[in-house]
Nanobody, 122 residues
């Protein structure tokens, strides 16, 4: 059973940094994209950043140049380094993985972590 476990959230002052980590277990074949989404109170879940299996990255417009996503394929982990944090970054951050669950036929499935709270004080 695929499970995603996040760590690294917390409280930080504006301008500070946090690093989120996510470990994926129970993968039989491989993981395609991995990434982070966030959801603030009263708002829809939004993209923060994704990274493909070959390292191509995609960032949400509000975090580009301040956040960096990285992954270690051999360990099925993904991290998000968040710098110059702003109060509007306050949200629950969710780890995401698009996992190959069958090779013949090829089948993919999306999995989510339980979320980790990030709070940025002004």
């Amino acid at each position: 059973q695929v499970q995603l476990v996040e760590s690294g959230g917390g409280l930080v002052q504006a301008g500070g940094s946090l690093r989120l980590s996510c470990a994926v277990s129970g993968v039989t074949f491989s993981i395609n994209a991995m990434g982070w989404y966030r959801q603030a109170p009263g708002k829809q879940r939004e993209l923060v950043a994704t990274i493909s299996s070959d390292g191509k990255t995609n960032y949400g417009g509000s975090v580009k140049d301040r956040f960096t996503i990285a992954r270690v394929n051999t360990k099925n982990t993904v991290t998000l380094q968040m710098n110059s944090l702003k109060p509007e970054a306050t949200a629950v951050y969710y780890c995401y993985a698009n996992v190959v669950v069958s090779r013949i036929p090829i089948r993919l499935a999306d999995y989510w972590g339980q979320g980790t709270q990030v709070t940025v004080s002004s």
